[in-house]
């Protein structure tokens, strides 16, 4: 799922008063921070960071207190001519009604125009951590930079007692087609999700003995075609890629409820004709829409060049050429090819 795939998904309507925070900056201080955190290779590109952020109870608060309106708001009821009964979500999918209640409650806004500061300020610490850790995670994978373009800000996901999450992957619009008609998405952004990251905020144990209040049994992630299982577990951060290969989906809980939070990074422009709008960061007023990394190679770089890099003194199995740091592609050579667009603070048009 992908905020921005349905053109009429509530949480659009929910305006900022000033321009939200951009990436962070990132300094010496920050290329040290990035360089300590402690972070595995599961495969294939599913990479965990652990304990790299903080879980304060006032936020599982908050979440709580705003779950079950955002959960009805998000469903509309239909029947079919049989009389049968379904729930629809706001990106247009079809569920039987046995099913909606296992499905997780989505805070598509987690930050709005009523938000405490507190939990302002706890969010927005977080999508600076997320920030960090993709830039590291690049570092493993460097060839993905050119398709890091944006990121949507992250959202909750809140799942209770027997929730689940089937099989999916997170570049999926559900385009179909069939005897002889294309169903096309009206919304398509999901296409152009390149990976994502999911936020744990709570601990997974294995039995109801270990059940304690504050953890979950069950809801593991796996990845089905890879043979990867993970146990969340509370501060911990897991990138993957969005495609099929990485398929995945959250088993069925049996106590507890569990919290996570959910952001993609994606590639291309501004189609609005599929819904896709890309921000400036000085026009994003909202939390969930794609907004432009505006110096994620640029951040990379300082940190592929650094002393706490894999490439500062890389081993036979890092091939530079497969670093686009190393390629010594001058800014001349995409004259011919690119559009180049430049970036400023939205000033320049205000005062022109």
């Not at 990379?300 to 060049?305: D, F, G, I, P």
């Not at 592609?329 to 090819?337: D, F, H, L, N, P």
Request: aromatic share 14%.
């Amino acid at each position: 799922m992908s905020y921005g795939s349905s053109p009429n998904a509530s949480a659009e309507s929910i305006t900022m008063d000033e321009p939200l925070p951009g990436t962070p900056k990132i300094g010496e201080e920050e290329l040290k921070e990035i360089g300590k955190f402690e972070c595995e290779h599961l495969g294939n590109g599913i990479m965990v960071f652990r304990n790299v952020f903080k879980v304060e109870d006032f936020v599982l608060k908050h979440i709580d207190a705003t779950a079950e309106e955002a959960h009805k708001t998000r469903w509309t009821y239909i029947k079919d001519e049989d009389g049968t009964e379904y729930g629809i979500n706001e990106d247009g999918f079809r569920y039987r009604l046995d099913d909606v209640p296992e499905t997780p409650v989505r805070l598509l806004a987690p930050v709005n125009r009523s938000t405490p500061k507190e939990i302002f300020d706890y969010f927005v610490n977080l999508e600076d951590v997320i920030y960090k850790c993709l830039i590291r995670y690049v570092d493993y994978f460097p060839l993905v930079v050119g398709s890091l373009w944006w990121k949507t800000r992250g959202h909750i996901l809140r799942y209770h007692d027997k929730g689940r999450l089937g099989i999916h992957q997170d570049c999926d619009t559900n385009y179909k087609v069939t005897e002889g008609v294309r169903y096309m998405p009206r919304g398509q952004v999901a296409l152009r999700q390149t990976a994502g990251a999911l936020c744990y905020f709570n601990d997974c144990v294995d039995s109801e003995e270990e059940y304690d209040g504050t953890n979950f049994v069950g809801g593991h992630l796996k990845f089905v075609h890879l043979g990867i299982d993970y146990k969340p577990r509370k501060g911990d951060i897991i990138f993957f890629p969005t495609n099929y290969i990485c398929a995945h989906g959250v088993s069925h809980m049996t106590m507890g409820t569990r919290y996570a939070y959910l952001t993609f990074f994606g590639q291309g422009g501004t189609d609005q004709s599929v819904g896709i709008q890309i921000y400036e960061t000085w026009e994003s007023k909202q939390w969930c829409p794609p907004v432009w990394f505006d110096h994620i190679y640029d951040d990379y770089e300082r940190y592929c060049k650094s002393e706490y890099s894999i490439w500062d003194k890389p081993g036979p199995d890092l091939e530079p050429g497969a670093n686009p740091v190393f390629q010594n592609r001058c800014v001349a050579q995409y004259g011919s090819t690119h559009l180049a667009e430049k970036i400023t603070d939205g000033k320049e048009n205000e005062n022109s």
